[in-house]
């Protein structure tokens, strides 16, 4: 069964710390991974997408890793800022046809940054 | 652009009423989607559709319908409204033509109470 995990379910920090949110997978056969940001009461927007050559991809503050040998990947946030509160879902993509792929959506990390 | 847009962001509704979740794009987006996002679940498809008047079923498609009549339109239609059926909704749009990684876009949702 194709399934992503995450953890932890919910983070709090300070204001300018770092933290680092996990996303595993049991998708099969993987496509790509993507991280998305959902602020409340909004829709998710992608911050940013691993495919499976990729190890390592940074968007600003954001870099997320990957290990397609464990399937598992990462998401570090530099810095923290109190915009960064908010939820992070990990999506894996998988199937062999374009356009068609299926995604499986974890259940998110609530993060919540605190002055 | 406006990006992804639905109708209406709240909405309660009394057991076995109907009601149209709208939702259109400004993209030029040739796939469309919606989910449904249940408190600590993950995002479940409910119904796509690659280009206007082609439609299928997702996961959980049980008590909807929908319609794509133009490319920018992709309403959502729940019949007989049940309880299960409480949820936010959102409604996604992604560009197939120019990447095989393009993200999603999503709208901001609609919270729909059904008692």
């Known amino acids: 069964k194709n399934q992503v995990e995450q953890s932890p379910q919910s983070l709090i920090i300070l204001e300018g710390k770092n933290c680092t949110l996990q996303?595993?997978?049991?998708?099969?056969?993987?496509?790509?991974l993507r991280w998305y940001k959902q602020d409340t009461g909004r829709g998710p927007v992608s911050l940013t997408i691993?495919?499976?050559?990729?190890n390592t991809k940074s968007n600003g503050r954001y870099t997320a890793t990957l290990d397609a040998d464990t399937k598992q990947s990462s998401l570090h946030i530099t810095a923290s800022q109190l915009s960064d509160s908010a939820s992070y879902i990990c999506?894996?993509?998988?199937?062999?046809?374009?356009?068609?792929?299926?995604?499986?959506f974890g259940t998110g990390t609530r993060l919540t940054i605190i002055p | 652009n406006a990006g992804v847009t639905q109708t209406p962001k709240f909405r309660i509704l009394k057991i076995g009423q109907s009601m149209t979740l709208q939702c259109t794009q400004d993209?030029?987006?040739?796939?469309m989607y919606w989910y449904r996002q249940d408190p600590g679940m993950g995002l479940k498809l409910i119904y796509y559709?690659?280009?206007?008047?082609?439609?299928d079923k997702g996961e959980v498609p049980n008590g909807y319908n929908v319609s794509r009549s133009t490319t920018e339109d992709f309403p959502l239609r729940l019949e007989l409204a049940a309880p299960s059926q409480t949820s936010v909704y959102f409604c996604?749009?992604?560009?197939?033509?120019?990447?095989?990684?393009?993200?999603?876009?999503f709208g901001n949702g609609t919270r729909l109470t059904v008692t």
């Open positions: 559709s690659v280009g206007a008047g082609i439609t």
């Open positions: 999506v894996v993509s998988f199937g062999l046809n374009f356009g068609n792929e299926k995604l499986t």
């Open positions: 691993m495919t499976f050559s990729e």
């Open positions: 993209m030029n987006h040739n796939y």
């Open positions: 996303c595993n997978y049991t998708v099969s056969p993987f496509s790509n």
């Open positions: 996604a749009s992604r560009d197939t033509g120019s990447s095989y990684n393009s993200p999603l876009h």
